[in-house]
């Protein structure tokens, strides 16, 4: 069974500064992928997704993420943060028609 | 708007009595699942159903039961015999898998506190 791990359990970034997430996923056939964000207390919501095809994927709220075979990675991005970008993210895998949670990266915004 | 309720948001209980949580979508999917979400441990299955009428264990299912007779919902039952329950319960719904990926969207939440 596929799964993802999420190496960074928490990082805190400066308001304006770039942000990278890292998830890696184990070897399998091709990985259906997503990242999904989760703030204090609340439901996970969809930021975007990896199904086939161009390896830069587009998410909402400025974010996007680089699928790289070569390296069984699926790492999250945003070039400027916001205050609002305080949460927690998971990148999951779909295995077999379920989804498998990484353990989550929880993202501090200092001002 | 089209979307997932959960209720309630907080749900208290005393150990040893079985406690039901609610679930309702009205996306007009067919697949359902519950998951449990502990602080360091990310999101784990519990159930999931496909369709009416039909659904199998997740990779924690003990000392939980689901029923689903309806498509829009997808109740889950903490029973006694779950060992530490208190926990972040979320419900999630997607298209049935045809073959094809698809996403999953997530409720609000329900905090289950047993003491």
């Known amino acids: 069974a596929q799964s993802v791990t999420q190496p960074d359990i928490h990082i805190t970034v400066s308001e304006g500064a770039s942000l990278e997430l890292r998830c890696n996923y184990s070897?399998?056939?091709?990985?259906?992928l997503f990242w999904y964000v989760q703030s204090p207390g609340q439901g996970l919501q969809l930021l975007l997704k990896?199904?086939?095809?161009?390896?830069l994927v587009q998410g909402i709220k400025g974010f996007e993420a680089e699928f790289k075979r070569s390296q069984s990675s699926f790492n999250l991005r945003k070039p400027s943060v916001h205050w609002s970008d305080a949460a927690e993210y998971f990148c999951?895998?779909?295995?077999?028609?379920?989804?498998?949670f990484g353990a989550g990266t929880t993202v501090t915004v200092r001002a | 708007d089209g979307g997932i309720t959960q209720s309630p948001k907080y749900l208290f209980r005393k150990e040893g009595q079985n406690v039901t949580l609610s679930c309702e979508q009205n996306?007009?999917?067919?697949?359902m699942y519950w998951y449990r979400q502990d602080p360091g441990q990310g999101l784990r299955l519990i159930y999931y159903?496909?369709?009416?009428?039909?659904?199998q264990k997740g990779d924690i299912a003990e000392g939980y039961s689901v029923s689903r007779e309806k498509k829009e919902s997808f109740p889950l039952t903490v029973t006694s015999a779950q060992k530490n329950p208190t926990a972040f319960y979320l419900c999630?719904?997607?298209?049935?898998?045809?073959?094809?990926?698809?996403?999953?969207?997530f409720g609000p939440g329900t905090r289950l506190t047993v003491t």
């Open positions: 070897y399998g056939a091709t990985p259906y």
């Open positions: 159903s496909q369709i009416v009428n039909d659904f």
């Open positions: 990896y199904f086939s095809g161009d390896t």
């Open positions: 996306l007009n999917h067919d697949a």
């Open positions: 999630a719904s997607s298209i049935a898998p045809s073959g094809v990926p698809y996403e999953q969207y």
């Open positions: 999951a895998v779909i295995n077999d028609y379920k989804l498998s």
